[in-house]
């Protein structure tokens, strides 16, 4: 006999917190962005552990990812929000530019051309929305 679910129980994740953080654009702001992640993270883990250690660290690299991209590449402030979904974490990162990030192509021994192939490889989903005053990238995780 199949059971019905129970919508009288709450939700384990409504009591993890979303993460809104607004950041000055600065070399160090990356930095803060992680450790803000790494908040987050430590509530969610209380509320429900990941699936798997690594994809903790998949989602700190995608934050590091992100704003590190919005600090080299545009201009002013950037923001980021984390939530729990029923399967694992969307994140947002707002920033300034109104350019979609596009894949470079990866050298040896010069910096960059991989951030963005590594985004699409850790996240199920990633798309881009350009917006007048800037641009939103939302990728999911799993967790």
């Given amino acids: 006999m199949a059971t019905e679910p129970r919508w009288d129980k709450a939700w384990p994740l409504e009591a993890v917190e979303n993460l809104v953080a607004d950041f000055k654009g600065e070399l160090h702001d990356v930095t803060d962005?992680?450790?803000a992640a790494e908040g987050f993270l430590r509530r969610l883990a209380?509320?429900?552990?990941?699936?798997?250690?690594e994809h903790w660290n998949d989602?700190?690299?995608v934050v590091d990812e992100l704003a590190a991209n919005a600090v080299q590449y545009a201009p002013g402030h950037f923001a980021l929000r984390m939530r729990p979904t029923y399967d694992g974490i969307h994140v947002t990162l707002h920033d300034t530019s109104t350019v979609p990030?596009?894949?470079?192509?990866?050298?040896?021994?010069?910096?960059?051309?991989?951030?963005?192939?590594?985004?699409?490889?850790?996240?199920?989903?990633?798309?881009?929305i350009i917006q007048p005053e800037g641009k939103d990238v939302h990728v999911f995780l799993p967790w």
């Fill in 33 to 35: 962005a992680r450790l």
């Fill in 46 to 53: 209380r509320a429900s552990p990941p699936a798997s250690p």
């Fill in 59 to 61: 989602v700190l690299l």
């Fill in 101 to 128: 990030p596009t894949p470079r192509p990866f050298r040896p021994g010069r910096p960059g051309g991989i951030g963005w192939h590594l985004v699409h490889t850790l996240c199920d989903q990633v798309s881009v």
